[in-house]
Nanobody, 115 residues
Framework: QVQLVESGGGLVQPGGSLRLSCVTS????????IGWYRQAPGKERELVAD????????NYVDSVKSRFTISRDNAKNTVYLQMNSLKPEDTAVYYC????????WGQGTQVTVSS
């Protein structure tokens, strides 16, 4: 059974940092390109970062470049998102999923950036 379990969100002030984790199971994680997505209230879900199966290649949407870092640990079937210099516009529910052949979404983790 495929599972995606995101964690690490919370309430943080502008300029703060958070590290999100996504533990996966039920598919061959080490062979999958993985993305972090987010969905803000009233907006569609968007891809913010993705990482190749080996971790050698990463991509970011322009709005998070130089602030967010995606990484993975294939031994732990886990993908991470380090988020620095957070802004109020980063407020959203964050999800991970395979980039291609997406599986059922997890519950996500809420990130709220507010003073």
């Amino acid at each position: 059974q495929v599972q995606l379990v995101e964690s690490g969100g919370g309430l943080v002030q502008p300029g703060g940092s958070l590290r999100l984790s996504c533990v996966t199971s039920g598919f061959t994680f080490s062979g999958a390109r993985i993305g972090w997505y987010r969905q803000a209230p009233g907006k569609e879900r968007e891809l913010v970062a993705d990482i190749s199966s080996t971790g050698a290649i990463t991509n970011y949407v322009d709005s998070v470049k130089s602030r967010f870092t995606i990484s993975r640990d294939n031994a732990k079937n886990t993908v991470y998102l380090q988020m620095n210099s957070l802004k109020p516009e980063d407020t959203a529910v964050y999800y991970c999923n395979r980039l291609f052949g997406r599986v059922s979404w997890g519950q996500g983790t809420q990130v709220t950036v507010s003073s």
